[in-house]
């Protein structure tokens, strides 16, 4: 195992009676692994296991690596969970690839899903419901367009899946007095399965938005 990332497993069933899986992430200070869309080095942290259908990704952060190389993922500590039909006892497996400047480590952790602490359930369950709560892209029929107006104050990062990147898109940016207007546009039809992650973030606080192109 990958001594640079730490990793436990378990079992949860959520609020809706799907049963998860749960990775809690541990990660050495100075790394970083990845999110679903690396960005433009890395591969996707993924879950694999008979029990898993598919991983579910908290927000991720923005890294910018020599040679002005961005990448998406996360540092410190992170959950991501794995959908399907997960039980105590199942055996699942969480493989990453941890970075830190121009040095890369692939890494796998492979085990038993073992039972959830009950003090751990109702901040799991909140992670769970941020994660999963998502927003059609609203379209029209020449094509789809988001408008967020925020704080002067606030820092805003958009986070697109790999589809979404490959369009090229660019925010467009006004600033005034009491607000900044966010403008972000693309053709139909929108790839399946993407989705666009917005991190607002004013003074400590976070509001996390994701849209996804399925309804």
Known sequence: M???VQVSLFAMTVSSGEQIAVAQINIEDGWHIYWENPGQSGYPTEFSGECVVDTVYAPPHRFTMPGGIINYGYEGSVRLFGTGNCQTGDVVTLSWLSCREDTCIPGEHRGPLNALPNRSISTVQQEWNRNTNTTA?????????IVLAVSPQARIEFFPTAELEALSLEPVVTSGFWRQRWQLKGPLPIPQSEKLVVRVEKQGKEKIIIFTSEE
Not at 137 to 145: K, T
């Open 2 to 4: 990958d001594s640079l």
């Open 137 to 145: 892209f609203p379209h029209h029929s020449e094509g789809w367009a």
